[in-house]
């Protein structure tokens, strides 16, 4: 395995190593016209995105010289004054919030700790609406929110407003400040005393009326995060929030009785459902969801376990699929399901690859909870097809179609590429010492955050 391990360093040392050159402050790299990428989701600003994203996976992998360099970037320049640029509450909460309290656990360097409640605290004004669901857009300098103008009726998005609770849960613990983990428990409450069309999700609540918006329910984009949060509010809280717990266990039997299907060929997968009409498609985000049912069946051994972790097996497997079925064995954006063709992308903009990471994390937690050596082989896979068809001089580029020999690449170095492509990838091949399942719980951008009461690195706030 060190051999695997010494070749993953390599990598991120290539990743970043060619940022630092490239792109130093930028948020991401665009590796073959070797500048910053003004096109990122947090816009032309330099907010330095790469930075803090990447940086536990350097800290995780022994570069302490590049964590230091990262670091001091941190501290001398990450700054959100008036920026008048509206920023995603979701995306600065799970790789800006969620990056800096993780390099807080980690290092116990108090200033992590403090930037990630500065920049926590800009997004409070996002919640002063009158259910108390936050808006998605948050403008940094007016302090102004509002909700993406293609959203179901203005509504607010299920994967967004379902993916701060464990980082705004454990900032309230190590800041001793109760306003984070008060806005996340009203956001829980509202949605457990709403009435779930068979039990299930829709990806879209009207922050205004408390309403669901139109009854389109997802395990991919628009739904993902918000089911995984579920159980691992309850992993992190040692099991101690059954309502998590209960919450996950309920919306998995009802996606798994209304949302999975088979197809001709015997391969699992969850559907999309639209207006009760079952989309026969998977998106490559959805591919989590195997690490995630492998990872609620083992926590718990209940009626469900055995039942949960087979469905999670072949979940993963259809997931590998997609990669094996395609020329650069790299997976597609959205893959479908007909009478003609599965696991397969049809249409021109679903056949691209952008770096993501949820097919190789599914990997890792299989790996790690099964022990079944062919979850190391897949990942292997991937290894050497990012380095075939990604790699360039100067960094690591996505992929326009997948489905070609020689696919043009994309020109972006996205940041969760460090936080979490490579960090699962080097997770998987490394002993399960290494932020350990047993002590560590993972953010949706694979931020490894101390599980309360059980890891000393947890670092409660003492009055």
């Not at 909700?147 to 613990?173: C, K, M, Q, R, V």
């Not at 094996?324 to 954006?333: D, S, V």
């Not at 979850?375 to 100067?394: I, M, S």
Request: a negative charge; charged letters at 20%; hydrophobic letters at 35%.
């Amino acid at each position: 395995m060190i051999i695997f391990l010494f070749y993953l360093l390599q990598m991120t040392k290539h990743a970043w190593d060619n940022y630092v050159r490239f792109a130093w402050g930028k948020n991401e790299l665009r590796p073959i016209s070797k500048r910053g990428h003004a096109g990122s989701i947090f816009g032309a600003a330099s907010l330095g995105a790469t930075i803090v994203d990447g940086l536990d996976t350097l800290y995780i992998m022994g570069l302490h010289d590049e964590f230091k360099q990262g670091r001091d970037w941190i501290q001398n320049n990450l700054n959100f004054d008036d920026l008048n640029i509206d920023l995603s509450v979701f995306e600065t909460n799970i790789r800006y919030v969620g990056g800096l309290l993780t390099c807080y656990a980690l290092t116990g360097d108090v200033m992590f700790r403090d930037k990630a409640d500065y920049i926590a605290k800009k997004l409070l004004p996002a919640f002063q609406t009158p259910t108390g669901i936050p808006n998605a857009l948050i403008n940094l300098k007016t302090g102004a929110s509002k909700n993406y103008a293609w959203a179901s009726g203005g509504a607010s998005i299920l994967s967004e407003f379902g993916t701060l609770h464990l980082e705004f849960t454990y900032l309230s613990d190590v800041t001793g400040n109760p306003v984070y983990r008060e806005k996340v428990d009203n956001i829980r409450s509202v949605i457990q005393n709403m009435d779930k069309p068979k039990g299930l999700y829709p990806n879209y609540l009207n922050p205004k009326t408390g309403k669901w918006g139109q009854h389109h329910m997802s395990m991919g984009a628009l739904g993902d995060s918000f089911y995984e949060y579920l159980l691992k509010a309850w992993i992190q809280s040692a099991k101690q929030d059954h309502e998590a717990r209960e919450m996950y266990d309920s919306a998995m039997d009802a996606a798994i009785n209304h949302m999975l299907q088979y197809s001709n060929g015997g391969l699992i997968y969850f559907s999309d459902l639209k207006f009760d009409r079952l989309e026969h498609k998977m998106d490559h985000l959805a591919c989590f969801s195997g690490g995630l049912l492998a990872l609620g069946a083992t926590t718990l051994r209940n009626a469900m376990s055995t039942r949960h972790m087979e469905i999670a097996k072949g979940l993963t497997n259809t997931c590998h699929e997609s990669y094996i079925r395609t020329n650069t064995k790299l997976g597609p954006e959205s893959f479908k399901f007909t009478d003609a063709v599965e696991a397969k992308a049809v249409r021109t903009n679903d056949k691209y690859y952008l770096l993501r990471p949820e097919v190789i994390e599914s990997y890792f937690y299989m790996w790690r909870l099964t022990k079944d050596q062919k979850y190391r082989d897949w990942g292997w896979e991937a290894v050497q097809a990012l380095e075939k068809h990604c790699r360039t001089p100067t960094g690591y580029s996505g992929l326009k179609n997948v489905y070609q020999d020689e696919p043009v690449k994309d020109d972006v170095q996205q940041s969760f590429f460090l936080a979490e492509t490579l960090k699962y990838l080097y997770l998987l091949f490394s002993d399960d010492s290494l932020m350990s399942l047993d002590e560590w719980v993972y953010n949706t951008e694979a931020h490894p955050l101390p599980i309360k009461g059980i890891n000393p690195y947890y670092r409660e706030h003492q009055v």
